[in-house]
C-alpha cells in the first residue's frame, strides 16, 4: 500500500505504468522542449514522469459493477479531511490530455493560500476539460485572505475580487450540470460595476449556501442569467438574500427546491411557487407568516418539509398540492431545539393532514416531544384522524439523547397512530432492539426499516 495526498492506494489495483503504454499525445507533454544536455531539461522530464505517475495514482482504476468504487475514482476533492492537496492540480491539469472522466470536483480554499488555489483551479478551467460536478467552499468570512504580495498595495479585498472574477470567468469552460458554493468570502466591488465573465447554461443542480458575494450587485445579474438559462431540476438557496432574486427566476424544468433563510416570510416565496408548477419536493426552512397558495398550485408536489406551523399554513389552501404524499415537519427552523416545543402546532397539522386523504407518509419530530411528559399528556388529541397514514419515520434529534424513557415515550407515541404498517429509524443505536419493542407494542407493523435496510425479519 502507498500513501499518495491521504488517499490510500493499492499498488496492485493498477498495472506499471512505462513510456512504452503511454498514449502518443502524452508523450509529447512529456518530452516538449527536451535538452538532453542541459540538467534544467532533464530535471523537467523526471518531474513531467512523475507527474504522469501520479496522474494513474490519482486515478486507478475501479470496478465497473461497483457504483460506489466508480464515482470515488472519478472523485477529486482538494484540502478536504480526506482529499488532495492542491500540490497535486498540476498532475490534474496534465491527466486531462487522458481519457479518465472527472465527475466531482470539489475545493476547499484554504485561509493562508486562497488567491494563490483559486489561480490553480482557474487553470485547470482553462484546458476546457468536462466537469460534471464543481463544489467551492471558500474560508468562513475570513480576514486573512491577503498573502504578501510586495509588488502591488492591492488590499486584501482587491485581490480576493480579481481571483474570484477570474476563478468565475473559466467556470463556463468545465460545461458542469451541477455547482455548488459555500460560505462567505470577503470582497469588495466597485459601485456600479457588473461581472461580465460567461454565464453558464448547462447547469442542473444549483446550490449555494451562506455565500451572499453570489447574490451581491457585482454578481446578482450573472448568478439570475446563469439559473434562467439552464434546465435547472435542482435548486438549495441557504443564508443568503434571495428577495431580490426569486421574482425574477423562471425555472421551467424545477422539479425540487429547498430555501433555508430564517429571515425570509412564507409570503415571499408563495409568488414563486404558484409559478413553478413542476416542483416534486420542496424544503422550506422559512419565517411563518399569513401566506396562502392559489387553487391548483404545486399540482406534482410530492414531497413537503417545513415546520407545523408553515406546513398548516399551505396545507390549509384549498384545492393546492393535490399529489402530495410526504409531509416532515421540523422543530425549529434552526439546528436548536426552541424554548417552547410547538406542540400544539403539529396537534393542528395532524387536522390538516387528515383533510387530505392522498398523505400515506409522515416524518415528525418524535425524539424532540419525547424529552418529557409534556407531549404525551396533551389533550385532546388529533393522531386518530391520521387513517391515510400508513408509514412513519422517526430520527434521533441531535439536540436528545438517546435514553430509555425517551424510547418509552416514543413507542407510547407509535400507538396512538390507528393505521401504521411501516415504519423506518433513523440515526438510533441498537436499531433492531428498539424496533423489536415498538413491534411488541404495535404488532400492527408489517415493515420496519433502519435507515434503507429492511430489518422487519430480524424484529418480527
Not at 499518495?4 to 493498477?14: D, L, M, N, P, W
Not at 466508480?70 to 490534474?92: I, K, P, Q, T
Not at 399569513?290 to 398550485?297: G, I, K, Q, R, V
Not at 399551505?314 to 416532515?328: A, F, I, R
Request: proline residues 6%.
Amino acid at each position: 500500500m502507498t500513501q499518495v495526498y491521504g488517499r490510500q492506494i493499492s499498488v496492485e489495483a493498477f498495472p506499471s505504468v512505462t513510456l512504452n503504454n503511454l498514449p502518443n499525445e502524452l508523450l509529447l507533454l512529456i518530452f516538449q522542449g527536451l535538452d538532453p544536455s542541459s540538467l534544467i531539461s532533464v530535471s523537467c522530464l523526471c518531474r513531467r514522469i512523475n507527474t504522469v505517475a501520479l496522474t494513474y495514482l490519482l486515478f486507478p482504476k475501479t470496478d465497473c459493477n461497483d457504483p460506489l468504487a466508480h464515482l470515488r475514482g472519478n472523485s477529486l476533492s482538494f484540502d478536504l479531511s480526506n482529499g488532495l492537496s492542491f500540490n497535486s492540480v498540476a498532475g490534474v491539469r496534465l491527466s486531462f490530455s487522458m481519457e479518465q472522466p472527472i465527475e466531482f470536483f470539489s475545493c476547499h480554499f484554504s485561509t493562508a493560500h486562497c488567491i494563490r488555489e483559486m489561480k490553480q483551479v482557474e487553470r485547470l478551467f482553462e484546458t476546457g476539460r468536462t466537469i460534471e460536478c464543481v463544489d467551492f467552499r471558500f474560508p468562513r468570512g475570513s480576514l486573512l485572505f491577503s498573502e504578501p504580495e510586495p509588488e502591488t498595495s492591492m488590499t486584501g479585498c482587491e485581490l480576493n475580487r480579481l481571483a474570484v472574477v477570474h476563478l468565475f470567468q473559466q467556470l463556463h469552460h468545465t460545461n458542469c450540470c451541477s455547482f455548488g458554493a459555500y460560505d462567505d468570502l470577503l470582497v469588495e466591488y466597485d459601485d456600479g460595476s457588473r461581472f461580465g465573465g460567461p454565464v453558464v447554461n448547462t447547469l442542473k443542480y444549483f446550490s449555494i449556501s451562506r455565500t451572499p458575494f453570489l447574490l451581491t450587485d457585482f454578481f446578482r445579474e450573472w448568478t439570475i442569467s446563469t439559473m434562467n438559462s439552464s434546465p435547472l431540476r435542482d435548486v438549495t438557496l441557504e443564508d443568503v438574500d434571495i428577495q431580490q432574486l426569486l421574482p425574477l427566476l423562471s425555472l421551467p424544468f424545477l422539479q425540487k427546491l429547498d430555501v433555508r433563510s430564517r429571515d425570509f416570510p412564507l409570503s415571499g416565496i408563495t409568488p414563486f411557487l404558484v409559478r413553478h408548477p413542476t416542483i416534486e419536493s420542496m424544503m422550506l426552512h422559512i419565517l411563518f407568516d399569513d401566506a396562502s397558495l392559489a387553487p391548483n398550485s404545486l399540482p406534482q408536489l410530492r414531497d413537503f418539509s417545513s415546520t407545523a406551523d408553515c406546513l398548516s399554513q399551505l396545507l390549509s389552501s384549498p384545492g393546492s398540492m393535490p399529489q402530495l404524499q410526504s409531509v416532515t415537519c421540523y422543530i425549529s427552523t434552526s439546528l436548536l431545539s426552541p424554548s417552547l416545543l410547538p406542540i400544539d402546532a403539529i396537534q393542528t397539522l395532524f387536522r390538516n393532514i387528515a383533510l387530505r386523504s392522498t398523505i400515506t407518509i409522515l416524518d415528525i419530530p418524535l425524539s424532540d416531544l419525547n424529552t418529557s411528559e409534556e407531549w404525551l399528556s396533551v389533550n385532546p388529541r388529533s393522531e386518530h384522524l391520521l387513517t391515510a397514514v400508513d408509514s412513519l419515520h422517526v430520527a434521533l434529534s441531535l439536540n436528545v439523547r438517546d435514553e430509555s424513557m425517551v424510547r418509552e415515550r416514543i413507542i407510547k407515541s407509535i400507538t396512538l397512530f390507528p393505521k401504521l404498517t411501516t415504519l423506518t429509524l433513523f440515526c438510533w443505536a441498537q436499531c433492531e432492539e428498539f424496533a423489536s419493542s415498538i413491534k411488541a407494542a404495535y404488532p400492527r407493523l408489517q415493515k420496519i426499516f433502519s435507515g434503507l435496510t429492511d430489518i422487519s425479519r430480524s424484529v418480527m
